[in-house]
C-alpha cells in the first residue's frame, strides 16, 4: 500500500526501534527530558491504563495487542502491575518504573517521576441525552429491522464485512452508514457498541471539528493569526501563523517526528512522541517551539499543531467562563447523538487530542455523518457553511494531495475508495472514512499489534464494499 497513511504508520514505529536507548535532548525547557527507555515505560503505562480502565479490556491481551506503539521494542523485559484499586498501572524495566493512574472522565494520566498527582481538578462530564435505546438511530442506538434497500446486495455486504476481520488484523469494530442508516456492523469478541475504543489521532480530525464550532460562532476565523500569547512579540515570525496553517499543519514550526524524511537517530527522542510520553504540559510544549521552515511552505504531519488549534479552544472557551472540560459534551456530542467519548489529558488538565482519545465504532460513524451532511444535523447548521469543504480540500504545501484540514484526503487513491473520500485516520489501523459521492461513511477501530494486516484487510473490504453498493 503507498503513503500516506500505513507506510507512515509502520515507518513511525520502526524508527522509534532506533531511538529505544537514545538519551533524550534536554537542551531547553521545550526539548525532550528523560531517556528513551523512562519515557517508553511511561507511554506504555498509559496505553494499558487506558485499555484496562477505559476500554475494560483484559490487560495481558491489551499488554500483547496494543503495548507496541510507544513502545515497540523491549516489552518482553517489562513487568506490568495493575492495581485496581488504586486504578492504576506501574511498568518496570531494569530497575526503572512509570506509572500511569485512572481519574475517570478524564481517563488514564501518566504520573510525572518527581510530583505524582495532576495540577487540575477531575470533572464528570455527563450527557443530557436519553438512554440510547430510547431513541432511533443516529440520535440513539435503537436500528431499524426493515430489510435493506435495493440497491445493496447483502451477499457482497457480508463478504465485505468478513474480509475486514481478517483475525491477523485485530480488528475491533466495522461499521457502515449508507444515507443516514447504518447498514452493517460487526465487532470482535469482547467488543460491543458501547466499547470505548482506542482512537489515537482520529482526534485530530475531532479538534477540527471543536474549532469549527468557534468559527461558526466568529470568536475565530480561517484567515486570521492564530492568537497565540507567546508569539505576539514584535519580530517573532511565529505571528504570521494562521488558523488554517495550523489546521493544514503548515505550521513551520519545528517538531521532530519520526515520520520527518529527514529524521535520523542522533536527533534524539521526537517531540511528536515526547507530548504522549513527557506528562508535560503539552500546549505549552507545541506553542514554545521556533520556526523550521517559513509559514505555510512545508506540510508536515506533527502533533504540535493540533495541540496549538486546541490551546486556542481552550482559550476561547475558558475566556467565556465555561467548564472546558465538558466543552466537548456541551458543543458537540450531545448535539449528534455521542452519549460518552472519553477525551484524556495530560496533567495540567489539557485535552492531549492528538491521540489520547476514545470513542465507540457508532460515534466516530456519527461524526462521520455530520461531515457526510455538509455539517448539518436533523435540519440544523452545526458547522460553519463551506468547513467540509476546507477540510476536505489538498492542503497547497503538502507535496501530495493526501492532507486537508486535520483531515486525510484520498487524493492518491491509497484506498479502494473514490477520490472524493477524506478521513480521520489514527495509528494502529483507526480510521473513519467520508464518501460523499457515494453517501458512505465507514469506521474501522483495531488494536495496533494488527496494523500493518488490519489496514491491508479493511482496503480488501473496502473495495468489496463498493462492489457491494450499487450506484443510483
Known amino acids: 500500500m503507498r503513503r500516506p497513511v500505513v507506510v507512515t504508520v509502520v515507518a513511525a514505529l520502526t524508527a522509534a526501534m532506533f531511538v529505544a536507548h537514545e538519551p533524550a535532548r534536554a537542551s531547553s525547557a521545550y526539548r525532550p ?48 502491575h495493575v492495581d485496581r484499586e488504586q486504578k492504576l498501572v506501574r511498568m518496570t524495566l ?52 426493515e430489510p435493506l434497500p435495493a440497491e445493496i446486495d447483502r451477499a457482497k455486504l457480508d463478504a465485505a464485512i468478513e474480509a475486514a476481520f481478517d483475525p491477523a488484523g485485530l480488528t475491533a469494530a466495522f461499521v457502515v452508514v449508507h444515507k443516514g442508516r447504518l447498514i452493517a456492523e460487526r465487532y470482535m469478541p469482547g467488543i460491543t457498541k458501547d466499547t470505548q475504543l482506542e482512537s489515537w489521532s482520529m482526534g485530530k480530525s475531532l479538534t477540527s471539528t471543536l474549532l469549527a464550532l468557534l468559527v461558526k460562532d466568529r ?53 511528536h512522541l515526547y507530548i504522549y510520553t513527557g506528562a508535560v504540559d503539552v500546549f505549552a510544549y507545541s506553542v514554545n517551539q521556533p520556526l523550521q521552515f517559513p509559514v505555510g511552505t512545508a506540510g508536515r504531519y506533527r502533533n504540535c499543531d493540533p495541540l496549538t488549534i486546541g490551546s486556542l479552544i481552550k482559550q476561547a472557551v475558558t475566556k467565556r467562563g465555561e467548564e472546558y472540560l465538558t466543552y466537548p459534551q456541551r458543543a458537540l456530542f450531545d448535539r449528534i447523538g455521542i452519549r460518552r467519548q472519553v477525551l484524556e489529558t495530560d496533567p495540567h488538565g489539557n485535552f492531549l487530542l492528538s491521540g489520547y482519545d476514545y470513542g465507540t465504532a457508532r460515534n466516530w ?29 489538498p492542503a497547497p504545501a503538502w507535496r501530495q494531495p493526501v492532507y486537508g484540514g486535520l483531515f486525510w484526503i484520498n487524493g492518491t487513491g491509497v484506498f479502494n475508495l473514490p477520490r472524493d473520500a477524506y478521513y480521520a485516520a489514527g495509528a494502529g489501523g483507526q480510521f473513519a472514512f467520508i464518501v460523499p459521492s457515494r453517501q458512505l461513511v465507514v469506521v474501522r477501530l483495531g488494536h495496533s499489534g494488527g496494523a500493518r494486516e488490519g489496514t491491508r484487510a479493511l482496503n480488501a473490504a473496502l473495495r468489496l464494499l463498493m462492489n457491494a453498493i450499487r450506484v443510483n
Open 33 to 80: 527530558v528523560g531517556t528513551a527507555q523512562e519515557l517508553e515505560l511511561a507511554g506504555y503505562a498509559k496505553v494499558l491504563c487506558s485499555a484496562v480502565f477505559v476500554s475494560g479490556r483484559d490487560p495481558a491481551e491489551a499488554a500483547r495487542n496494543s503495548g507496541d506503539f510507544l513502545m515497540p521494542s523491549g516489552r518482553d523485559r517489562v513487568t506490568w
Open 219 to 271: 470568536t475565530y476565523t480561517l484567515e486570521q493569526a492564530a492568537p497565540v500569547l507567546e508569539w505576539q512579540t514584535a519580530g517573532d515570525p511565529r505571528g504570521g501563523i494562521r488558523i488554517m496553517d495550523l489546521l493544514r499543519m503548515s505550521s513551520g514550526l519545528r517538531f521532530i517526528a519520526l515520520q520527518d524524511p529527514d529524521y535520523t537517530p542522533d536527533k534524539g527522542y521526537p517531540d
Open 365 to 393: 460513524a456519527r461524526l462521520g455523518l455530520l461531515y457526510l451532511q455538509d455539517g448539518v444535523w436533523q435540519g440544523q447548521r452545526l458547522l460553519p457553511e463551506g468547513w467540509t469543504k476546507f477540510v476536505s480540500t
Open 94 to 145: 531494569d530497575g526503572v518504573s512509570r506509572e500511569a493512574r485512572f481519574y475517570g472522565d478524564q481517563g488514564c494520566i501518566i504520573q510525572r517521576p518527581d510530583r505524582p498527582g495532576i495540577s487540575f481538578t477531575p470533572v464528570p462530564v455527563k450527557t443530557t441525552l436519553p438512554d440510547a435505546m430510547l431513541q432511533p438511530w443516529p440520535m440513539g442506538d435503537r436500528v431499524p429491522e
